[in-house]
């Protein structure tokens, strides 16, 4: 395979990095060297945010009309779409992930363009009527010069979606994506140039996250930060943000429950439940990685999730399996770690719990799909975001007990709940402590329209929809006496 050599882009021109570091990317499925990526320094994120400094200060970007920068949003969903095979199959090498996730994470990269494109010129702020002769109006203004840090998940995706509604407000980008992940970061800041983004809109860094990324979110020169990754480094990021005064929106992981009751359509449910917890092979902040079902109907559903399981395919993402690898070692280590504590907090492993071997991709870190029942609800693993195909069971007696446990860990991020009675659900719902609940579905379609972001540990602010949009704006008022 061809190793493919990349730049950063900061004000328009793709360069080396300032310090000349470099550092492999690794195909996940194979362990192969894939790409050759700056391992960019402090020097190259201070080029970056002061090019988007300028273009949001005097370069062309403040006199582009809303329509227009809707426009450009417009042309880059459109030409994600015409390439994607390309995307897909760069994502597929990336991450891992089956090469049918790599198109939908594709598809779902335009929509966000799509989205976001059709809002830049419906921004509105509104008249407040305080008493005659005084005229109050409010504007939605732009921030400025906006940070992303992306995660290695699902790299396209949460760029996207970020980075649509900076641009659809009017702000400039600087991005960063995870030092694993950094190929269709490159692919999509070469579409938006294509798509006419003015230079210095969008720079993007490669580099590592306690280098560049520390940079970037401590930069005294950024008005935004958006952060999506684990509670640890986005506390260092909020940390960073607090010294500068700097706004931040954070999505940090969940340990999400599908609540299942004994009335909800069985088969239904168990394919959502061991899909909310295999998509991306469990690396997935939103998985269902929580299975808390009714006392009466636990064993046989619990039986029809493990047959279901049982039958699922693991390989590299291009012979798109059910089941692509974990993407490194270190990461499959962090799941092995957690697999040794089951016995001690009182679990056992119904299914899975090892590291499985594939014979044609021998280089590759695969992990079993995993079931264990009998946990203690306070233990860690029942607790901890495990990032991995580790699915935790509970049982439960009344929907007060169901509350309970869903409320159990510190993260509140997704629920799922499942049951053919409308008015438990809506009751169950209002005291389950998370961003989004499903009813009866998990997930959407991917939910371009709907808010997105969590309660506790789980972050704070919102991305996706309209919502999202007031993370890129400032509120000015204006009062003026006739």
């Not at 021109?13 to 990317?25: F, L, Q």
């Not at 362990?31 to 945010?49: F, M, N, Q, T, Y």
Request: overall charge negative; hydrophobic content about 40%.
């Amino acid at each position: 395979m061809n190793v493919r050599i990349l730049k950063n882009l900061i004000n328009g021109v793709w360069s080396e990095p300032s310090a000349g570091a470099r550092m492999d990317i690794h195909n996940p499925s194979t362990g192969e060297v894939i790409a050759d990526a700056p391992a960019s320094s402090k020097e190259d994120i201070d080029l970056a945010v002061s090019a988007a400094r300028h273009a949001f200060s005097a370069g062309d970007w403040p006199l582009v009309k809303p329509y227009e920068r809707g426009q450009m949003l417009l042309r880059v969903a459109e030409m994600i779409r015409e390439n994607k095979e390309s995307l897909a199959l760069l994502e597929m090498l990336d991450t891992g992930k089956p090469i049918s996730q790599g198109r939908a994470d594709v598809e779902a990269a335009a929509r966000y363009f799509e989205f976001y494109g059709g809002a830049a010129d419906k921004i509105h702020g509104e008249t407040i009527p305080i008493e005659p002769g005084v005229l109050d109006y409010t504007l939605r203004e732009p921030v400025g010069v906006t940070a992303h840090i992306i995660p290695w998940n699902y790299p396209l995706q949460v760029a996207s979606r970020s980075c649509a509604a900076a641009l659809a407000t009017g702000n400039t980008v600087v991005m960063k994506p995870a030092e694993q992940t950094p190929l269709t970061a490159v692919e999509l800041g070469m579409i938006l140039q294509q798509a006419g983004v003015p230079d210095g809109v969008v720079n993007l860094v490669l580099g590592e996250g306690h280098t560049a990324g520390a940079r970037l979110a401590g930069h005294p020169d950024v008005n935004h930060i958006t952060f999506t990754g684990s509670v640890p480094t986005g506390t260092e990021v909020m940390k960073a943000a607090a010294e500068n005064i700097v706004p931040v929106t954070l999505e940090l992981g969940g340990k999400s429950p599908n609540i299942v009751f004994p009335d909800a359509s069985q088969d239904e449910a168990v394919e959502w439940v061991v899909k909310s917890i295999i998509q991306n092979a469990g690396q997935t902040c939103s998985a269902g990685s929580r299975l808390l079902v009714h006392a009466d109907c636990k064993a046989s559903f619990v039986e029809k999730v493990i047959h279901r399981m049982n039958h699922l395919s693991m390989g590299p993402g291009e012979s798109d399996p059910d089941i692509g690898p974990i993407l490194s070692e270190q990461q499959c280590r962090r799941i092995e770690t957690f697999m040794k504590k089951v016995e001690a907090d009182g679990g056992k492993f119904l299914l899975g719990g090892t590291r499985a071997y594939v014979s044609n991709a021998p280089g590759g870190c695969y992990f079993k799909p995993t079931i264990i029942d009998g946990l203690r609800p306070e233990s860690e693993i029942a607790r901890e975001e495990v990032f991995g195909p580790v699915l935790s069971v509970f049982a439960f007696e009344t929907d007060e007990e169901a509350a309970h446990l869903a409320n159990s860990t510190e993260y509140g991020l997704v629920t799922g709940i499942w049951t053919k009675d409308v008015s438990r659900a809506h009751k169950l719902a209002e005291k389950v402590k998370a961003g989004q609940i499903f009813i009866n579905n998990y997930g959407a379609g991917g939910g371009i329209q709907m808010p997105f972001g969590g309660y506790g540990k789980s972050g704070f602010g919102r991305e996706k929809g309209l919502e999202a949009l007031r993370n890129y704006t400032q509120l000015k008022n204006i009062a003026l006496k006739m």
